[in-house]
């Protein structure tokens, strides 16, 4: 049995379903990070295994004990809040030592504990202090330390550092995943970030109109991603997205079609993938790091309509005016493109997009791969 | 207020220096420093040095008694009953106005979840009127001959107090007690409402995550959120009740048999009415000491907010 297990948990507000039947696991020790668009359920989720919202269906229970009825404080999880969600009126170290003095834990257990904490968190030197004198980065410590204090089965982080700035943001990434080995802990951790997802998560849960999309390691939903919305939002800049539709099928190799003024293309379709009809209407999808200059496949020519130099590569976005990309949070259909800073792109200068076979994905209309690209498309072309 | 700007400058440690900018801030403020100057300060000292002498309303000469006047406040027996008064009015005031406030403040961010914006206004709106006015309504609905209050009583089938509310000793000054609360009790709720909505959605949940629930969160999380607000809406309530006069004045004037008389109608009586400037002069020394030590406190209290 798993360390924390969720099943078929549903939530609702009124007429509005926000969690639709969830189920994962989480083993011991494991970082787990749930990701998803605002609205998408995420936080509800892990608010529900805290016990701050009531579940409509489902089970929660974690290190074999069923806690969906229990009290929050009876579950065995702590729980760090975006905002901190610190004591005004107690110290640092009252606020750590809160939970143990609530349980009527004596003095020398609850100060040792506090004690521990803040070595681990090295905030030792502010104990005295109220929380109305830390910076964001220290009140972020304090409300970590005050759940380690507890000593929880699980640690349930609520995007805790999306009000920090973005240097200390990374630096708190390195600190998480530091605190995550040293204790050895179970943490499960919402954010909308994908770079926290990726940066720390053992596994991710990237979770879409109260659905759970799909589950895996960082690399797994990068490289395989199960659906076109995993493939949109794991990875940055976003994958360029087309319409197209199947015109022939021979063996396993398919023949897609953009439009009548454009070349065909064909993919070889693997053993176990589904292969489409013809006549489908599919989405084709490229990492915008897969499109180049040289490759097997010439897409469209283009013009460079939006140049940003991020310093070691640049972000081009160009316009083939043939064809488009079809996604709502593309920029007006035009391609986006990840080059190497050298490569020196010019703001209306003409370029043609070229891409390997093997960097194409394939989704069905509904959204689900039918045809994964290689993992070894994923190099500047 | 004023208490807030003594704080204000409390908190830099410093006595403002003249320069530029500080002389255009002076005249800025000196329109309500001559304001403050005229009508409260000299009107103050002028009470404070009449204290030690003797004089009516239309003497020609003060003589000077020393302390003679506070003597006479000393064993006076008035003096005595009024500040009693005054006290039982503050201990009232006290329970009914916070406490009333703070129980309808939780109602209203707890309880109500339609219509609370209604509720708020309608308690709230005995605050805007005048006490004039707000004694003079009440005079009317406390009337022994066409009182709404007696016809509900009887209507009820028990019999209004013989002597009528307000003129019999035993529960006049209840009934002052119950129109202060009346029209101050929507101020002090709307004090401790915004205190409690003050408090963030998530030191609750934080709280509930560490243990503490119902009773244990009201002690740890509710009661340090508006402890500032309570000692605010205390303080305020508390000096409130010993400046009281415009309500006494109007209603009872003091009566019936004194059963009302307060440190402010007692002094207007003895100045006006029997023309003892110097004496009600020194009970309003009294007075104005008790009033600025309360403030003083006040500000002291906020200050460590």
């Known amino acids: 049995m798993s360390h924390l297990e969720v099943r078929d948990v549903v939530k609702r507000y009124g007429q509005l379903t926000v969690l639709s039947g969830v189920s994962f696991a989480a083993e011991k020790g494991e970082f787990v990070v749930m990701v998803g668009p605002s609205g998408c359920g995420k936080s509800t989720l892990l608010r529900s295994i805290a016990g701050l919202e009531e579940i409509a269906e489902g089970s929660v229970s974690i290190a074999g004990r069923n806690i969906t009825q229990a009290e929050p404080s009876d579950r065995g999880v702590a729980m760090v809040f975006q905002n901190y969600a610190l004591y005004p009126h107690m110290t640092v170290a009252q606020n750590m030592g809160f939970a143990l003095k609530v349980a009527r834990r004596p003095k020398s257990e609850i100060n040792a504990a506090v004690t521990r904490a803040a070595e681990i968190l090295r905030i030792t030197e502010h104990l005295a202090k109220y929380p109305k004198a830390l910076s964001g980065g220290q009140k972020q410590r304090v409300a970590i330390g005050r759940a380690i204090t507890r000593a929880p089965e699980v640690f349930l982080f609520d995007e ?222 | 207020m004023a208490p807030s700007l003594t704080s204000t400058l409390g908190d830099t440690g410093k006595r403002p220096v003249l320069n530029a900018g500080n002389i255009s801030a002076s005249a800025m403020m000196a329109p309500a420093l001559i304001l403050v100057g005229v009508f409260i300060l000299i009107p103050a000292a002028v009470a404070v040095i009449g204290s030690f002498f003797d004089f009516g309303m239309t003497s020609a000469t003060w003589t000077f008694v020393g302390g003679a006047n506070y003597r006479r406040a000393v064993t006076d027996p008035l003096f005595w009953l009024a500040i009693s008064n005054n006290i039982f009015i503050v201990i009232g005031s006290v329970v009914s106005q916070v406490g009333g406030g703070a129980i309808l403040a939780a109602i209203l961010d707890r309880g109500i979840r339609r219509g609370s914006v209604v509720y708020r206004t309608i308690i709230f709106m005995p605050v805007v009127i005048s006490s004039i006015a707000v004694a003079f309504v009440w005079m009317l609905i406390l009337d022994p001959n066409v009182g709404p209050l007696n016809a509900i009583v009887k209507t009820l089938g028990l019999s209004p107090p013989r002597l009528g509310w307000l003129g019999d000793p035993a529960i006049s000054l209840w009934m002052l007690l119950l129109i202060a609360a009346w029209q101050n009790v929507g101020f002090q709720m709307m004090l401790i409402l915004a205190g409690l909505q003050a408090i963030p959605k998530e030191h609750y949940e934080a709280a509930s995550l560490d243990g503490a629930r119902g009773l244990k969160a009201f002690w740890y999380i509710t009661l340090p959120g508006i402890r500032n607000v309570l000692v605010l809406a205390t303080l305020i309530t508390v000096i409130g009740g010993f400046k009281v006069f415009d309500l006494v004045f109007v209603t009872t004037g003091g009566g019936p048999a004194n059963a009302t008389q307060v440190l402010g109608t007692y002094t207007y009586t003895q100045a006006f009415s029997f023309g003892n400037m110097g004496y009600a002069n020194a009970m309003a020394v009294v007075l104005l000491v008790t009033a600025a030590l309360l403030g003083w406190l006040q500000v002291r209290l906020s200050r460590r907010a």
């Open chain 1, 160 to 381: 805790p550092l999306s009000n920090l700035d973005a240097a200390l943001r990374s630096q708190m990434r390195i600190e998480l995943s530091r605190l995550h080995r040293e204790l050895g802990a179970t943490m499960l951790y919402v954010t909308h970030d994908q770079t926290e997802a990726m940066t720390m998560a053992d596994r991710i849960i990237v979770m879409n109109g109260g659905n759970i999309e799909q589950i895996g390691s960082p690399l797994e939903l990068y490289n395989r991603p199960a659906t076109r919305f995993v493939a949109g939002f794991i990875g940055s800049p976003r994958m360029n997205f087309i319409s197209a539709y199947v015109i022939e099928t021979v063996g396993r190799s398919v023949s897609f079609s953009f439009g009548l003024e454009l070349p065909p293309l064909k993919l070889e379709f693997a053993p176990g993938e589904t292969l489409p009809a013809v006549g489908d209407a599919v989405i084709l999808g490229i990492r915008p790091e897969a499109l180049g200059d040289s490759g097997e496949v010439h897409l469209a020519d283009a013009e460079v309509t939006v140049v940003e130099a991020l310093g070691r590569e640049t972000l081009v976005y160009s316009d083939a005016h043939a064809l488009r990309t079809t996604d709502s949070e593309s920029l007006d259909g035009y391609f986006a493109q990840l080059v190497p800073s050298q490569s020196d792109k010019k703001l209306g200068q003409h370029v043609s997009l070229w891409a390997d076979r093997s960097a194409f994905v394939v989704f069905a209309a509904d959204g689900t791969t039918l045809h994964d690209a290689s993992p070894a498309h994923a190099h500047y072309k």
